[in-house]
């Protein structure tokens, strides 16, 4: 069963008063998120890490796929990434 809330990534553009949803960019629970500049990078719990480069406009995987990705940290051009190894 899929839960309907699966795969949204939310905004808040007033300190969290409201949010809006991004583009909704997978049927995989995101499980970690990291920004940098205009970049999002979105873990999901099977699927690896997608990239936005438009501010979440729009959204491609990256090479990591079919990972559980729980953490996701950036410096400067560096991503890093934390798996489950299964």
Known sequence: MSHPDKGKVM???????????????T???????AVTGNNIYAGTDMG?????????QSWAETA???????????N??????GTRRE
């Open 11 to 25: 905004i808040s553009t007033d300190c969290g008063v409201t949010w809006s949803q991004l583009l909704n960019l």
């Open 48 to 56: 690896g890490i997608y990239i936005s480069h438009d501010f979440g």
């Open 76 to 81: 400067g051009n560096q991503v890093f990434a």
């Open 27 to 33: 049927d995989d629970c995101i499980i970690s998120i």
């Open 64 to 74: 990591l796929n079919e990972n559980h990705v729980s953490a996701i940290a950036t």
